[in-house]
């Protein structure tokens, strides 16, 4: 029998918990000689976002996602409105995003596919309902940062529409680490 993929909103302790672990893998795996180990070794343990992602859902500040292969978790991804700050943040790392000019924009805050589940069609399917949502709601135009190194999420959101519009977020990582984060636009 095949499987059978179906979106779930974040709305439980299970499915925070679920999307943390799956951005803690995918962290580790797409980050690692980009970040500096020390950080990932020490920030990035699998539980390290289910306070955000329930707060998230709590104030309704930011959508959580996830696409389940049967009852398995395989991607998950995270939508809202332009943010001002870092909603994926215990408060230990929050920076200033300087999105002033995309007001009224859609943001994907986070993106991620369990490094096991990748290149089996999961994110392009979870990417296309988010981007379908945040049409819904009423935005004209969307907007991810993409790591300037990961040339796979890069190809992944050019073959989705969104092209690198020539601004940028630098990200800093103790002890003295600033990765180049590339802002992808598209319309919706």
Known sequence: ??????????????????????HALGWRDTYKGYVP???LDKEITDDRWVSVFRNNFETKIC?????????IPVACINYCPARLHNYN?????DWVFLNASYAGWGEIASFYT???ERGKGYGGLLIEEALKRLRVQGFENVFVFVLREN??????YSAHGFSWDGTH?????PPDKVCVDLRYTRKL
């Open 37 to 39: 180990q020390e950080y």
């Open 114 to 116: 369990h490094p096991e």
């Open 151 to 156: 040339e796979r999420a890069r190809k992944f």
């Open 1 to 22: 029998m095949p499987p059978t993929l179906h979106f779930v909103d974040a709305v439980k302790e299970e499915h925070f918990r679920a999307m943390s672990l799956i």
């Open 169 to 173: 977020a630098d990200i800093p990582f």
């Open 89 to 93: 943040s215990d408060g230990d790392d």
């Open 63 to 71: 959508s959580g996602l996830l696409l389940y292969r049967d009852e």
